[in-house]
């Protein structure tokens, strides 16, 4: 979530210029309507797969390089999960947000 009227104004902007922006999920979705930030207090980050077959449980995923030089201020982070590779329910464990670039594990 977005904090700060400045922060806000930054958003609102890049929205402006990036109308299709906001709709962009790569999960497959056909109603562009399902991604649309459920407030203008909201910016998609990104959308990643974890890949369940990967040498290393630990993987980390980049943020559009576009949001990061937005440089605003996210308070909250929300995980939508879409699909847990056809399991019942879907934990997350130790999950971390940073700025700083994280070195790759795999």
Not at 47 to 61: E, L
Not at 66 to 82: A, H, P, R, T
Request: net charge negative; hydrophobic share 30%; proline share 8%.
């Amino acid at each position: 979530m977005i904090e700060g009227e400045d922060n806000k104004a930054k958003v609102s902007e890049y929205l402006t210029r990036n109308p299709s922006f906001e709709y962009v999920t790569g999960l497959g979705d056909t109603d562009p309507s399902s991604s649309r930030p459920p407030s203008p207090d909201h910016l998609l980050l990104g959308s990643f797969t974890y890949d369940p077959s990967s040498a290393s449980h630990i993987q980390t995923f980049p943020v559009d390089p576009e949001v990061i030089d937005l440089g605003v201020d996210v308070g909250v982070v929300i995980f939508k999960v879409d699909s847990n590779w056809g399991g019942d329910f879907t934990c997350l464990y130790r999950v971390s947000c940073s700025r700083k670039p994280v070195k790759s594990l795999d």
